[in-house]
């Protein structure tokens, strides 16, 4: 069993109050002035990090998301699950999941009602673009190299409650059926959970569904229809939107992306609501693949890189980010949702773990 190198520990320090955003960190993205960006599964912000000491992060930031590309509404939560930066900007997902409603042991006939009842928030049917540009972001923006070069946030064009990857996925035979029957996400429906980009390329990893085993990325490439609107451009076969690479993660569904080279590094975890182990694979040459694609640790083309510390309760890796550090060009800084206590310096602050990769 490979088992994970700890380099070090980050120290991430947000303003007071910052309980909730220090118990539910779900996606992280380093930018080249050194930023380290994060969201949430709650809430409609993201946050920036800046290095204060090696190894510290802090001047804590918060960025309305709703500030620069047009949301649903103000009020529901866009539980962004996966985060990526490229070509000057920060890139960020929504869930696309539904939920079911939590039960709160006070009254059982309120708790079976609730656990009958599925809810859909259109704010989480998100996939936007936010320019960066010295440590802010901007709605628009020029480099200031290449001012001829305009920057705009965008996000993918919206439907009355959805957006257009959804429409083009209602009818495939895959996850089609998953969206005519909307199960909530950590019941293996549908849910997005993982985001990488290459230039105009997006990867979208799936928490779920897991078919058989075999864990879904999706493959888009967009371009601006209009100001602030991204559609999709034909790329798969028949004319389709997107591409299917199916991977074997051992029965896990994805948590996160990043890119390593033409390399995918995925981060796998269950895909109910249960503990289980979490795990580092590397899609080998996932800028590569003409159509869609199966790959298993068998084929050669995906390998097991190292499990994570297994810590019942606790610990739920879900963030990943590139970070040079001490020596290596690209170690693995991981963040975590529901942080164990021994994490916790103070109700502001929070350790994360960087891992060698190789």
């Given at each position: 069993?490979?088992?994970?190198f700890?380099?070090t520990?980050?120290l991430?320090?947000?303003?007071e109050?910052?309980?909730d955003m220090?118990?539910?960190?779900?996606?992280?993205?380093?930018t080249?002035d050194?930023?380290?960006w994060l969201?949430s599964d709650e809430?409609?912000?993201?946050?920036?990090?800046?290095?204060i000491?090696?190894?510290?992060?802090?001047?804590h930031q918060?960025f309305s998301i709703?500030?620069?590309?047009?949301?649903?509404?103000?009020?529901?939560e866009?539980d962004?699950e996966?985060?990526?930066?490229?070509n000057?900007?920060l890139?960020?997902?929504?869930?696309h999941?539904?939920?079911r409603?939590?039960t709160?042991?006070k009254?059982?006939q309120?708790d079976?009602?609730r656990?009958a009842?599925?809810?859909a928030?259109?704010n989480r049917?998100?996939?936007a673009?936010i320019?960066?540009i010295?440590?802010?972001?901007?709605k628009s923006a020029s480099?200031p190299?290449q001012?001829?070069q305009?920057?705009?946030a965008a996000c993918?064009?919206k439907t009355e409650?959805?957006n257009i990857?959804i429409?083009?996925?209602k009818?495939?035979?895959?996850?089609?059926?998953?969206?005519?029957?909307?199960?909530?996400?950590?019941?293996?429906?549908f849910?997005i959970?993982?985001?990488a980009?290459?230039?105009?390329?997006?990867?979208?990893?799936?928490r779920?569904?897991v078919?058989r085993g075999?864990?879904i990325i999706?493959?888009?490439?967009?371009e601006e229809?209009?100001?602030?609107v991204?559609t999709?451009?034909?790329?798969g076969?028949?004319?389709k939107?997107?591409?299917?690479?199916?991977v074997?993660?051992n029965?896990l569904?994805v948590?996160?992306l990043?890119l390593?080279?033409d390399?995918l590094i995925?981060l796998a975890g269950?895909?109910?609501?249960?503990?289980?182990s979490?795990r580092?694979?590397?899609l080998?040459?996932?800028?590569?693949?003409p159509?869609?694609?199966?790959?298993s640790?068998?084929?050669?083309?995906?390998e097991l890189?190292?499990?994570?510390?297994?810590n019942?309760?606790a610990?739920h890796?879900?963030?990943l980010a590139?970070?040079?550090c001490l020596?290596?060009?690209?170690?693995?800084?991981?963040?975590?949702d529901?942080?164990d206590q021994?994490?916790?310096?103070?109700p502001?602050s929070?350790y994360?773990?960087?891992f060698r990769l190789?």
């Open positions: 069993m490979p088992n994970p700890l380099l520990r980050l991430l320090r947000f303003d109050p910052a309980e220090v118990g539910n960190l779900s996606a992280a993205a380093f080249p050194g930023s380290l969201g809430g409609i912000t993201v946050e920036r990090l800046s290095l000491e090696p190894y510290i992060f802090g001047k918060s709703g500030n620069f590309v047009e949301l649903f509404n103000q009020e529901d866009i962004i996966g985060m990526d930066y490229a000057n900007y890139w960020l997902t929504g869930s999941s539904t939920k409603k939590k709160k042991g009254n059982p309120k079976l009602d656990l009842t599925i809810k928030e259109p049917y998100l996939i673009r320019p960066v010295n440590g802010g972001l901007l480099l190299d001012p001829d305009k920057l705009t993918l064009q409650d959805k990857l429409e083009a996925l009818d495939d035979c895959h996850l089609g059926s998953f969206l005519s029957f909307p199960l909530p996400s950590k019941e293996n429906g849910d959970e993982g985001l980009v290459h230039q105009d390329k997006i990867f979208l990893g799936f779920g569904p078919l075999w864990a999706v493959e888009i490439e967009v229809k209009e100001l602030g991204l999709l451009k034909e790329i076969e028949e004319g939107c997107y591409k299917k690479h199916f074997n993660l029965g569904g948590r996160e990043c390593k080279g390399d995925i269950p895909t109910m609501d249960l503990e289980g979490l580092i694979f590397r080998k040459n996932a800028l590569d693949h159509s869609n694609s199966l790959s640790q068998e084929s050669g083309d995906l890189l190292f499990h994570l510390p297994f019942e309760g610990d890796a879900e963030g590139l970070f040079p020596g290596e060009s690209d170690s693995l800084v991981v963040v975590y529901s942080p021994a994490r916790l310096v103070e502001h929070v994360a773990d960087v190789r």
